[in-house]
């Protein structure tokens, strides 16, 4: 996303597009049949087609099988962000391959492979080896959305959006400021804060005046909120459960160790960017003095579109 949104030419992209992206790229759809697929209210997708109107990512047009309803397809810029996305992704693959080695990264994308088959999730087919990254993940990160949504709707937490995750597993024991969460995420603050009133709504978040600062808020987990957590670890549970069975025992086993592997690889890169970023911030801090460093600081955050 960062990748994307850094080359100036898809302002207003969220993740909460991905979804949308990945099935009209497989083809034209109606907004019923989005609906249906991504688990959302026809009022919320027509709601995101507007948004990726807006953009210039989608076109409608008249179904001829169907005067009431009209097909969404991608525009020429729509099939320019999947094309664009396809190849952040192969650039990121690489350097996972350089981080981890190619050899376990192979080793994972097989694994990856043999789940979504096992799983019945549809996936191009490739000439040579397994299925790259970027043909695998999208559809097995759909199929498991959509099993951790109807799972939860069972437990009693109905109408769940993939967005509402972008703000409730960053609002963690101590609470979260808009701000924070717009700047860990990098969506708009108008977005955080209707997804907020949104979930503060349906009885999972709460919000309090910031005691620091009063024209803030302070988002909080509310007892519900706590419980869909709780119930939400659960059936990851159940859903890594039906990993292991479909996989064998021995072969979940080794996907996870992989897996395990390839983050500890990949986040110690990002560590390792993050102790330089930490040991820049302390020599501008000396250089400027703690006034000129807080409202560059001040000035950074507004440029991502929130404040702390």
Known sequence: MEALLARGEYSGLTLAF???????????QTPGQLAERLGLSKQAVNQTL?????????ARRANPADGRSRFVSLSPRGRRLVADG??????????????????????????????????GVEVPAVAVGPRPLELCLPPLAD????????????????????????????????????????????VSRQAVAAL????????????????????????????????????????????EA????????????????????????VTWELGERDARLESLARELAGRLGAPAARRLGELLLKTVGGDL
């Open 18 to 28: 991905q979804g949308f992206v990945r099935l009209l790229a497989e083809g034209d």
């Open 50 to 58: 507007r948004q990726l109107e807006r953009l210039g990512l989608v």
């Open 86 to 119: 396809i190849a952040v992704t192969r650039a990121l693959r690489e350097a996972w391959a350089a981080a981890a080695g190619e050899a376990l990264l192979r080793a994972f994308e097989a694994d990856l492979e043999a789940l979504t088959l096992a799983l």
């Open 143 to 186: 199929h498991c959305y959509r099993w951790l949504v109807a799972s939860l709707a069972e437990k009693g937490f109905p109408g769940l959006k993939p967005a509402y995750s972008q703000v409730l597993g960053l609002v963690g024991d101590q609470g979260a400021r808009i701000g924070e969460i717009v700047a860990l995420t990098g």
């Open 196 to 239: 907020a009133a949104e979930l503060a709504a349906a009885g999972y978040l709460e919000r309090e005046a910031d005691p620091e600062d009063a024209r803030r808020l302070v988002l909080r987990l509310a007892p519900r909120g706590r419980e869909l957590l709780a119930a939400a670890a659960d059936s990851v549970a159940a859903l």
């Open 242 to 265: 039906r990993f292991a069975r479909l996989l064998g025992e021995a072969r979940a086993g080794a996907f996870r160790e992989r897996l395990a592997r390839l983050f500890a690889a």
